[in-house]
């Protein structure tokens, strides 16, 4: 990813921007966030930087009043519990596997189509800092934008598909099979080997061969790389995650921004 990546429509003015949503994606030390008019579902602006939004947002579009804020942050603190067997007075028995300490609080969140119930942790002092800046988002730890991206456009098809995303030192990985969800997990990495050992271990965790799976890549490669050509002489079936996967259009911005963008844009999707 470029130190800073900047994109608007032709005309856009700062003014109007009241009227839109904003989408932000937090990782550890790099940030992005779009702005889409909600009416027409068109994305009018695209930034990107490797830094913390913090240093940013004094004197910047960020500090507007939008008509929505939807943010997504990273966490390592999550379980996943089939919904059925989900009582809420057993969440703090539940919240035990997270390890959580006094600085952290815990949030549930239910994949309705799924039949999968969330248990996540956020920072405490995080939130405060998010309280700050923007005191109406509404907030999701990473995988539920990107899966909700993912079941809007792919749940239909029945073959065994992988999705791979990909944040600095982060691939996140998603199964669907059958039309169902199978799979969630995000493996730090800090070689091509072990990137391509946790898309293997993924996939034969969940009993597939690499020669049966559609993998669909998204977020920060170079489809012209090296890495991309590796998953291609892994997984046979490898391709971008596709451009009009998500009901958004990005007309004037000059840049594809998709796949890149694609589990920052989905968060337009949740609710």
């Given at each position: 990813m470029n130190d800073k990546t900047h994109l608007t429509v032709p005309n856009f003015e700062p003014a109007n921007a009241t009227q839109n949503e904003l989408c932000v994606e937090l990782g550890n030390n790099d940030y992005s966030y779009a702005l889409?008019?909600?009416k027409n579902q068109t994305v009018k602006v695209i930034s990107a930087a490797q830094t913390t939004i913090f240093?940013?947002?004094?004197?910047?579009?960020?500090?507007?009043?939008?008509?929505?804020?939807k943010i997504s942050l990273t966490t390592k603190k999550f379980t996943f519990i089939p919904t059925e067997v989900y009582h809420e007075k057993d969440l703090e028995v539940y919240s035990k596997y997270l390890n959580l300490s006094e600085n952290e609080a815990v949030f549930v969140k239910s994949l309705e189509k799924s039949g999968i119930t969330v248990i996540f942790a956020f920072e405490k002092h995080l939130l405060d800092k998010i309280e700050k800046?923007?005191?109406?988002?509404?907030i999701y730890p990473q995988f539920i934008p990107f899966f909700t991206g993912v079941e809007y456009a792919f749940s239909q098809i029945s073959y065994p598909q992988l999705f791979a995303n990909f944040k600095s030192d982060v691939?996140?990985?998603?199964?669907?099979?059958?039309?169902?969800?199978?799979?969630?997990?995000?493996?730090?990495?800090?070689?091509?080997?072990?990137?391509?050992?946790?898309?293997?271990?993924a996939t034969q965790q969940?009993?597939?061969?690499?020669?049966?799976?559609?993998?669909?890549?998204?977020?920060?490669?170079?489809?012209?790389?090296?890495v991309f050509q590796k998953i291609k002489a892994q997984f046979n079936h490898t391709e971008v995650t596709d451009l009009d996967s998500l009901p958004l259009t990005y007309l004037?911005?000059?840049?594809?921004?998709?796949?890149?963008?694609?589990?920052?844009l989905s968060l337009h999707l949740c609710e």
């Open positions: 889409v008019d909600v240093n940013d947002i004094e004197g910047n579009l960020l500090q507007t009043h939008f008509a929505k804020t800046y923007f005191p109406e988002a509404a691939i996140e990985i998603i199964i669907f099979n059958q039309h169902k969800f199978q799979f969630y997990n995000a493996f730090e990495y800090t070689n091509e080997d072990e990137l391509l050992y946790f898309m293997l271990l969940n009993k597939l061969k690499p020669a049966q799976v559609m993998v669909k890549v998204s977020g920060n490669i170079d489809t012209n790389g090296a004037g911005l000059n840049e594809a921004v998709m796949p890149r963008f694609f589990s920052l």
